[in-house]
């Protein structure tokens, strides 16, 4: 009698531990934004995990870039975009890239940071500092060998990225006077593909955030190319995006790159 007083108390136990298993806990209030490098690297990427303990927010960032960002989040399948790019650029870079917005009054955005693109280049090319001349010939493929601007001899290989047209914009209308980059240039596309195909490439360069640069590529000091970080939404921000706005302008500037 005893046995099948204890056995049917592990039955108890057994299913309590498996219904609370199923339930868990409270499940996370959960925020999906498209974003550019500018912003995946400076902020999202420091504030996702104190946020979510801090607010309960769970953010989900998709990397696509500025100009799918404003695609998505007119198919509803984002809450919000955020680019390194003012909002007049973005609307133009928009329409440059066959899709004008009509009504622009349909979106609100705010600028919620900033910041500075620098140049990365392999660690074998030890060139420490770059002009904006230099730096104009380098991406424009004027320059094509390191030992023209002063750095080892060896072929310049410029590496640019598809889903980084808001970096690459800034770039290209403060350094490079809205001269092309170079036709010879190699194609990538997100911000981290291109800091792996620099440190993979001798004489490679390319375009990064600030939080890229470490001990595994070469940072030489440029001329400040600084630019805001963006965010839209379609209408007011719903409650979510509300409080990951007020985490970022709050307690997530400790975290926040500057």
Known sequence: MAQKKFMYLLRIIAATACVLF???????????????AAAVENIFNKITEPMEKATGVKLV?????PVQAI?????????GAVGGVTFPDWMAM?????????????YKNRVIGKDVVKVITNKDVTVSALSKEQLTGI??????????????????VVIVGSKIPGTQGVFQKQILDGQDYSADA??????????????ATPGGVSLAALAQIDGTVNGPSIPEVGRPITLITKGAPSPGMLK?????????????VK
């Open 61 to 65: 960032v998709v990397a696509s870039g």
């Open 186 to 199: 190699q194609q990538g596309t997100t911000a981290d593909d291109l800091k792996t195909r620099v440190i």
């Open 22 to 36: 199923m339930v868990g806990p409270a499940s996370a209030e959960e925020v999906k934004i498209g974003s550019g």
């Open 94 to 106: 928009m329409e440059k890239e066959g899709y004008p917005i009509a009504d622009k009054s349909l």
């Open 71 to 79: 695609k998505d989040l007119d198919a509803g399948a984002i809450e």
């Open 244 to 256: 990951v706005i007020d985490f970022i302008g709050g307690e997530g500037q400790q975290y926040i």
């Open 139 to 156: 991406f424009t493929g004027k320059v094509k060998n390191w030992s023209e601007v002063g750095g080892p001899d060896l072929p310049v």
